[in-house]
């Protein structure tokens, strides 16, 4: 069972993963849902958790996935040339530095995913894979923007709220998005709203085999640092369901 945790310094990515998350999702000014972290964070970020798997002593080296988020500003999930070009450039030095994956979405004015600038992302993506974030829980009909997105191979991860402002609300979209997925390549990766207490309940439901947890794992919202006591709780509930 999945656990992705948002992370936006060093001490958070350490926090979460030394308490059971198996990968951070870097982003910047988390108050604006996320976007792409400064170049010097990711460093920092890379530089901790690689200083992590090399104090793992043991025959098989732990690896802790950064999935960067590239989203330039959050006017819109529409981008223009001049935003497609700075995402690109970012994506290919992120690529230098180490990052292990990347978070983006981009739509048309209707709504609808823009699938010309997603295979213009997901070449600069590289051989890295990808989630497409939630710029789909703006499309006008999810099913249809699935089966749009499963043509795409690189695209691993779906994160979404099921279209609602809380993923708690949308269970049955989520179910359904969940069946839909079945052996394919993506998974649905389910965030926001998401507490550690309404874990085992909402898998249930859902029958997710992941969760996104942000300001779940945070007493205090967004500007307060992740809570290691509430990320291995939500790391022990969810080993029960393995």
């Keep these: 069972m999945l656990l992705e945790i948002i992370a936006t310094t060093a001490d958070e990515a350490v926090t979460a993963v030394v308490h059971g998350a198996d990968r951070v999702e870097l982003i910047s000014a988390f108050e604006e849902g996320g976007l792409t972290p400064q170049e010097d964070v990711t460093v920092s970020v890379l530089e901790a958790l690689k200083r992590l798997e090399q104090a793992n002593h043991t025959p098989i080296t732990k690896v802790y996935p950064v999935h960067a988020m590239v989203r330039p500003h959050s006017k ?10 700075e995402m690109t450039a970012q994506m290919i030095r992120m690529r230098t530095l180490g990052v292990h994956a990347f978070v983006l979405g981009t739509l048309q004015l209707d709504g609808t995913i823009n699938t010309d600038a997603l295979e213009s992302l997901l070449e600069a993506a590289g051989d890295r894979p990808v989630t497409f974030h939630r710029a789909f829980d703006e499309v006008p009909d999810q099913e249809e923007a699935l089966t749009t997105l499963l043509k795409y191979p690189q695209i691993k991860w779906i994160l979404t709220s099921g279209g609602k402002p809380s993923v708690l609300e949308a269970t049955d979209q989520i179910n359904r998005l969940v069946k839909q997925s079945i052996g394919h390549t993506v998974t649905i990766l389910p ?14 439901t859902t029958g997710a085999q992941a969760v996104h947890l942000g300001t779940g794992v945070r007493t205090g919202g967004t500007d307060s640092p992740i809570d290691g006591m509430l990320v291995r709780h939500a790391r022990q509930l969810l080993n029960e369901f393995l």
Excluded: E, M, N
């Excluded at 819109?76 to 070009?85: E, I, Q, R």
């Design 191 to 204: 965030g926001s709203g998401l507490s550690v207490p309404s874990l085992p309940a909402f898998i249930k």
């Design 76 to 85: 819109s999930f529409v981008y223009d040339k001049a935003d497609l070009s």
